[in-house]
Structure formats: structure tokens, C-alpha cells
């Protein structure tokens, strides 16, 4: 079983920055597939970014040039910093993950979601 738990949501004005971070708790040795997505009120749930064990990573076209994803994988833990953010970025932003092996040397193919950290961007 893998747990996620996401911090570094907040109020920032259009143009600030923010880092989210999301910690993958369990006895874990890698995941495939670890990923940001976000929904604002009355959006369907939209793909950010999605970063990838071989190194591969997919963003948004609304996001590319102002996002990064990054992942250490030692500490099984995701990042995504936001630049220059526009209010239309406002919203809960989710850590999900899929393809997860554990030390045991057990694979688990099921997708975990975070609960989730509020990014609001207003003046």
C-alpha cells in the first residue's frame, strides 16, 4: 500500500512562484509513473505533468515553460514548481502515482491520488 501526501499549496499573486511536494509513503523501492494533476471548480480533472522513472516527462501545453516536475526518487518523493502563475492555475492539485515496487520485490499496477493541496492565485 503506498500513501501520498502532498504539502506546499497557498495563496500567491499572478506571477509568483510556488513548490509543491509530495511524499510517497510505504515500503516502496520504485514507481513507474509519478504525476501532478489538478481540478478547479467546475473544470474536469486536468493532467499537469507527469514524470517518469526512465526520465521521460509530459506537461500540459498550459503549463510548459512555467512548470517543472522533478522526483527524487531516493526519497520517493515528487516536486513541481510553479512560475509565473496566472489565476486560471487556481485550483486543487493532486499527486497521483501507478507502478509502484515494493522491497519485497512485489509489483503493484494500482493508481494512488494524494488528498490533494489548494493552489489559489489571486491579488
Known amino acids: 500500500q503506498v500513501q501520498l501526501v502532498e504539502s506546499g499549496g497557498g495563496l500567491v499573486q499572478p506571477g509568483g512562484s510556488l513548490r509543491l511536494s509530495c511524499v510517497a509513503v510505504?515500503?516502496?523501492?520504485?514507481?513507474?509513473?509519478m504525476a501532478w494533476y489538478r481540478r478547479a471548480p467546475g473544470v474536469q480533472r486536468e493532467l499537469v505533468a507527469d514524470?517518469?522513472?526512465?526520465?521521460?516527462?509530459v506537461y500540459a501545453a498550459s503549463v510548459k515553460g512555467r512548470f517543472t516536475i522533478s522526483r527524487d526518487n531516493a526519497k520517493n518523493t515528487l516536486y513541481l514548481q510553479m512560475n509565473s502563475l496566472k489565476p486560471e492555475d487556481a485550483a486543487d492539485y493532486y499527486c497521483?502515482?501507478?507502478?509502484?515496487?515494493?522491497?519485497?520485490?512485489?509489483?503493484?499496477?494500482?493508481?494512488?491520488w494524494g488528498s490533494g493541496t489548494l493552489v489559489t492565485v489571486s491579488s
Open positions: 497521483h502515482a501507478r507502478g509502484v515496487t515494493y522491497w519485497s520485490g512485489g509489483y503493484d499496477g494500482a493508481e494512488y
Open positions: 514524470s517518469y522513472s526512465d526520465g521521460n516527462i
Open positions: 510505504g515500503r516502496i523501492r520504485s514507481i513507474y509513473s
